[in-house]
């Protein structure tokens, strides 16, 4: 039961409380970017998810059974980045193989992701933390969880700013970055929750 | 296969120059890091017990060292504690000096993640000085009828800093009667 | 085009914030103080500089086929230099700054500097274009630190600025502010184009 308590918990400060985009400031390129649209909002998030979860997985051996006993630390961000660099190839070879569909629809996204800074972000923060084995999984799936819900809140938003009228300097990216602030307000009312 | 061998050779190569590069960069700044990390503790420990010539630890406590403060006579001038508790956004430490009759001498905030313009006013010295001759039965904040002035808009790191020196001190108190038996033990052996 | 525009490029044409959109991360992350911001450019600027040197000087010994791999070699070799330097000489900074250090890696901005110039261009030109681009990049964070600091805690650089009536417009440090006055500047920029 505690165990269920604590998995709560993190799910709900991975998500609102220290939501990546929103209070830590990671992943903004692709919730700009990627936010236009809602189908393409969802497949982003859903890519990015899987390969953050992936990538928590990885990066979590990598240090505990590689650079811990070895002493090489220092070499983290360059493991880190090489780790997530060729899980992302080879999720994208795999899926291209097995999947057709799902291919067809995270494809694209993919390659965008290496550059994310929240997948590389969450791989450090779960060494900074020293998260347990499952606790660097489960966190990577909620910060991924976090990522997907505000940017298809986003992309939901900007669908109807489309339409709107608006002065002609503020279209595009200066109303989204405003419409991002307004959010990160409302996010604020989570921060302090602790359960 | 040729060519892959080649690719793989290629960047195998720059991973490696790399890697040596790091080492030797490394091998220079890990021991100004360590010394770093151990000043600022230092530093921290003869601000908040600036009577305290040499220090000997003691015991753990929020896994960093408990230490009694003596003077050129060896005569315990006071203790030294890490207080640790989770406030508004996440762990706020502070460094925690201690009288030998156990009432707080000084306390300097070493480490918080407060929300800046309102609990991060914690390091503010006015807010620390508040906590200096207080006891273990007065660590209370205003709110829940205690003397600690809370900071506007921050009740919750107020109360954080007062329950960590609050428990840190029930810590030291276990110690120090644990002390005492054992030095009036000797005594009585002496005798 | 001319040294002298190569340098310039950067600083209003194409910033690489305002105009390009690249890089917003660590620019709304730690623009919250004008002392972070000037940290964090100067960090950027050192692995810009050094990345473009490196990969224009590499450029032609690497297949095009690893060329992407290995460029991020590169890159997160200068940046764990930079992380482990400021770790030991300026603690109070690399503190500050924290994650957004290592996070230089996947800055867009220098892989695509790297992609788009010194993959392509000399040495002397690659440093030129490297000091350029970080040069703005940094007076972009400079700009939007010195707002937010000045409306947000009414000093400048941890001075006080402003008169002692003034009441510190708390949201421009905090996370929501960041986002808005990056908003307002875009919308600005925006304006002034046309």
Known sequence: MEFVAKIFSMAIAAIFVQNFVLARFLGLCPYIGVSKKLDSALGMGMAVIFVMTMASTFTWLIQTYLLVPFKIEFLQTIAFILTIASLVQLVEMVIQK???????????????ITTNCAVLGVAILNINEKFSFIEAILNGFFAGLGFTLVLLLMAGIREKLDKAELPKSMKGMPIAMIVAGCMALAFFGFAGLKI | MKYYLKLGFVLLIITIIASGVLAYINSITKPIIEKNQRKTKEEARLEVLPSAVTFDSISYFNDEVVYTGKNEKGEIVGYTFVASLYGYSGDVKSMIGVTPELAVNKIKIIEQKETPG???NCQKQEFQKQFENKIKSSMM?????GEIISITGATITTRTIANSIKTG????????SELEELTSDKEEKVK | MTIFKEFTKGFVKENPVFVMALGLCPVLA??????????MGAAATFVLVFSNIFISLIKNFIPNKIRIPSYIVVIASFVTIVD???????????????LFIPLIVVNCIILGRAEAFAGKNNVIRSIVDGLGMGIGFTL???????????????????FDVL????????IAILAPGAFIVMGLLMGLMNMKKK
């Open chain 3, 30 to 39: 730690v623009s919250s103080s004008v002392e972070n911001a000037i940290g």
């Open chain 1, 98 to 112: 097995t999947a057709p569909a799902l291919y067809k629809a995270l494809g694209v996204f993919l390659p965008l």
């Open chain 3, 84 to 98: 482990m330097v400021m770790e030991a000489y300026v603690p109070a900074l690399h503190k500050n700054l924290g």
């Open chain 3, 163 to 170: 008169p002692e009536t003034y009441k510190p417009m708390l």
């Open chain 2, 169 to 176: 001190l029930a810590m030291l108190e276990e110690i120090t």
């Open chain 2, 141 to 145: 904040v205003d709110k829940d009828g």
């Open chain 3, 140 to 158: 972009a964070l400079i700009v939007i630190a010195i707002i937010r600091e000045i409306l947000g805690a009414g000093q400048l650089l941890g």
């Open chain 2, 118 to 120: 309102l609990g991060a």
